[in-house]
């Protein structure tokens, strides 16, 4: 496809379970982006790469929250023993190398735990 | 550090009337300024941004921004609305030092009134 894609769009998971949420960036987007809204709020920054390297983690807010990417291309963001206080939309967004180049945004994932 | 203040988390304009979204930032260093739209059940898509040369910046579906240094603002514009404008607006600064991260104001809801 054209845009970036997330997977699921909806997940709903019991307090406690792991999800894994996957972000298929635009094809040739070297930087991949990961952000969280929760409701009412704009996107907070949680993590980025830049081709299969995790550059900056330091909007994962606890060790629960881990992302990887492995080859360059896919990314997962994945959290561990999910709370109630997880629940928001995840977005994912992609980049072209360079300095002014806007970046992408994927439809989101939003992940309810119950 | 960077942050992003929108006065205002809902405008309800006439069809045909003005549109005037406010922003403000502050940032340590020269920001890239954005405003990206958000339509129900859509991704992020961004309307303009500015990163060097001219401070007005033209965006798409008629909208355009003028980056004020002296205000640290970046007010969107729109002279008539449309009742597809009718959607949630983001004001977002990433500081180009920093891995192009982007701060996220809280958004502005948009009705349109016909």
């Known amino acids: 496809g054209a845009g970036v894609s997330q997977s699921p769009r909806y997940k709903v998971t019991k307090r406690g379970q792991d999800v894994a949420l996957r972000c298929d960036p635009i094809?040739?987007?070297?930087?991949l982006y990961w952000y969280r809204q929760a409701l009412g709020q704009g996107p907070e920054f949680l993590t980025y790469?830049?081709?299969?390297?995790?550059?900056?983690k330091s909007g994962l807010p606890n060790d629960r929250f881990s992302a990887e990417r492995p080859e360059g291309s896919i990314s997962t963001l994945t959290i561990q023993r999910t709370e109630q206080r997880d629940s928001a939309m995840y977005r994912c967004?992609?980049?072209?190398?360079?300095?002014?180049?806007?970046?992408?945004f994927g439809p989101g994932t939003r992940l309810t735990v119950l | 550090a960077q942050s992003v203040t929108q006065l205002g988390s809902h405008v309800s304009v006439s069809e045909g009337a003005l549109v005037l979204l406010r922003c403000n930032y502050s940032?340590?260093?020269?920001?890239?300024l954005f405003w990206y739209v958000q339509y129900p059940n859509q991704g992020l898509q961004l309307l303009l941004k500015y990163t060097t040369g001219a401070t007005l910046v033209k965006g798409i579906n008629g909208f355009e921004a003028e980056f004020k240094k002296s205000e640290t603002s970046f007010h969107l514009t729109k002279p008539s609305a449309h009742m597809s404008d009718a959607a949630e607006y983001f004001c977002?600064?990433?500081?180009?030092?920093?891995?192009?991260?982007?701060?996220f104001g809280a958004g502005t809801t948009v009705t349109v009134r016909a």
């Open positions: 967004a992609s980049k072209l190398a360079g300095a002014y180049n806007e970046q992408f």
């Open positions: 977002a600064v990433s500081d180009p030092s920093n891995d192009y991260k982007l701060s």
């Open positions: 940032s340590s260093v020269p920001p890239y």
């Open positions: 790469f830049n081709y299969e390297a995790q550059q900056d």
């Open positions: 094809s040739g987007h070297v930087s």
